[in-house]
Structures are given as structure tokens and as C-alpha cells.
């Protein structure tokens, strides 16, 4: 059972800084994608930004694009998310997201979220 659990969220005032992370641990696996999403308070899930494991690409939603960076540590199976420039709009849940193969089974994981809260 792959696992993934996230960690680094917190209260922040608006302009500063947090580093959210997730790691994916479980039985032999290959990471195809991981990502972070995030849900407001009444609205849906979306979209923030994508890392392919190989390779290193990445994908950012519009607006966070200048702000965000995500990134990978092979060695630790770990994305993180460095978010600066925090506004009260960033305020949601944030969820980590992976693609992941186990053996010929490729599937799609969910960490339980960590909360974000930008003050103003």
C-alpha cells in the first residue's frame, strides 16, 4: 500500500513563506507524476502544479506560476512545494497527488491534506 503524507503547512501573513512536503512510501513502486492540489473553504479541488518524475518537467495553474515551485528528491521519493509570496487566496487544504505503478498496477494516490492559512 503506497502512502503518501504530507507535512509543512501553517498560518502564514500575507507575503511570507511556506515549504510543504510529501513523501511516498510503500512496497516497490515507480512515480510517474506527483502534483499538489488544493481546496478553499467551499469550493472544488484544483489544480496547482505537476512535476514528471523522469525528466523533471513542470506544470504550474495560472496565478501561482511566479510565486510556486515544486521540486523532487529522487534519493527520498519527496515533492515539495516552495510557495512565497503567500496571499489570503492561497488559503485551502493542500493535497499531494502521485501517479504511481506497483508492480503492473498504475494508480492514482492522495495524502490526507495539510491546511494553509495566509493571513492579512
Known amino acids: 500500500q503506497v502512502q503518501l503524507v504530507e507535512s509543512g503547512g501553517g498560518l502564514v501573513h500575507a507575503g511570507g513563506s511556506l515549504r510543504l512536503s510529501c513523501a511516498a512510501s510503500g512496497p516497490t513502486f515507480s512515480t510517474y507524476t506527483m502534483a499538489w492540489f488544493r481546496q478553499a473553504p467551499g469550493k472544488e479541488r484544483e489544480f496547482v502544479a505537476r512535476i514528471i518524475w523522469r525528466g523533471g518537467g513542470t506544470y504550474y495553474a495560472d496565478g501561482v506560476q511566479d510565486r510556486f515551485t515544486i521540486s523532487r528528491d529522487n534519493a527520498k521519493n519527496t515533492v515539495y512545494l516552495q510557495m512565497n509570496s503567500l496571499k489570503p487566496g492561497d488559503t485551502a487544504v493542500y493535497y499531494c497527488?502521485?501517479?504511481?505503478?506497483?508492480?503492473?498496477?498504475?494508480?492514482?494516490?492522495w495524502g490526507q491534506g495539510t491546511q494553509v492559512t495566509v493571513s492579512s
Open positions: 497527488h502521485a501517479v504511481i505503478t506497483v508492480g503492473s498496477v498504475t494508480d492514482n494516490y
